[in-house]
């Protein structure tokens, strides 16, 4: 049996310069971490003794005998993908739940490749897999997402993903002093809004309006607000002055999509900041999940 443990991500700045519609023409920025909170994956071969040849167990139970009839689309996409023709066993769980705007879907896209390509004795490299999930779920699967998210399961890390203007991609660490970041991690506070969504709506809508043109203004603003967060990251800035470019950045991100935010949403956000914190967003591409806010540790 083969055991897999990918981590979710937290996107601080840069979400949406992530899409190939926007980055290949004018170049992307995301600063993002890997959480310690994971996607776990049990993954081994099936015995030839069962009334099914192949068994998946996450939030339903799927007993099949042929791959095209698994309603999971990355299980079924990933087993397409590697040609895995044997019966399989998969189990998931999860930290976090699921569609929470933390990135768990590629998490699970990457661990499931991670765990496939273990079981046939075969050891690839972070990138390769970053490469594969981002194939499967945009040409496989036909969804519309960035490539943060598969880039930071499959790294770990404080990272610098830059892309473009081109389909080239590349990923940095963030070298900062430990001291500097236990303080970023005790100033970071992540809450659930109770509301589990499919994100493919949302960011349809964002590729579509990138496409024609509609929010240029908004994601060049996001661009240049994630590079002067990454130079206050680099100078060891106060949380402060990074919450003040996070609250600025969310005002232009939930504007690249309709149904990005809500007025709960909205209300929420305001009774955070009344309340001390320093600036936040929504995780993902909207429309509920988690909460991120900087703010006082008290």
Same mark, same amino acid.
């Given at each position: 049996m083969?055991?897999? &443990?990918?981590?979710?991500?937290l996107s601080f700045f840069g979400g949406g310069t992530d $899409?190939?519609?926007w980055f290949e023409e004018n170049g992307g920025l995301v600063l993002a971490v890997g959480l310690a909170h994971y996607c776990y994956l049990n993954v081994r071969y099936l015995p030839p003794f069962f009334s099914h040849k192949s068994r998946i167990v996450y939030s339903k139970i799927e007993s099949i005998n042929e791959i095209s009839e698994i309603q999971h689309p990355?299980? &079924?996409?990933? +087993?397409?993908? +590697?040609?895995?023709?044997e019966g399989v066993e998969i189990h998931h769980d999860g930290d976090l739940p699921a569609r929470s705007g933390l990135g768990s879907s590629s998490s699970f896209t990457v661990g499931l =490749?991670?765990? +496939? $390509?273990? =079981?046939?004795q075969q050891m690839v490299s972070p990138r390769q /897999?970053?490469?594969?999930?981002?194939d499967v779920e945009q040409n496989w699967l036909k969804e519309s997402v960035g490539i943060q998210d598969q880039i930071m399961a499959s790294h770990?890390?404080?990272?610098?993903?830059e892309m473009g203007p081109d389909a080239t991609w590349n990923v940095k660490n963030m070298i900062l002093p430990k001291e500097y970041l236990k303080s970023l991690e005790d100033h970071v506070l992540l809450g659930f809004s109770g509301i589990s969504r499919m994100s493919e709506k949302h960011a349809k809508s964002k590729v579509e309006n990138i496409k024609q043109g509609k929010t240029n203004k908004e994601l060049q603003t996001i661009y240049t607000l994630t590079q002067e967060a990454l130079q206050a990251f680099q100078d060891q800035a106060s949380?402060?002055?990074?919450? &003040? /470019? /996070?609250?600025?950045?969310?005002?232009?991100?939930? &504007? /690249?999509?309709e149904g990005v935010s809500a007025d709960w949403m909205d209300d929420l956000y305001k009774t955070a900041m009344l309340n001390g914190a320093y600036g936040g967003k929504l995780m993902?591409?909207?429309?509920?999940?988690?909460?991120?806010? +900087?703010?006082p540790p008290n």
């Open positions: 083969i055991i897999s &443990r990918t981590p979710y991500r $899409y190939n519609a990355s299980v &079924r996409g990933c +087993l397409e993908y +590697l040609n895995i023709t =490749l991670h765990a +496939l $390509y273990a =079981l046939k /897999l970053a490469e594969e999930a981002i770990g890390g404080f990272r610098i993903i949380f402060d002055k990074i919450g &003040r /470019l /996070l609250d600025q950045s969310w005002k232009y991100k939930k &504007r /690249l999509a993902g591409a909207g429309g509920g999940g988690f909460f991120f806010f +900087l703010a």
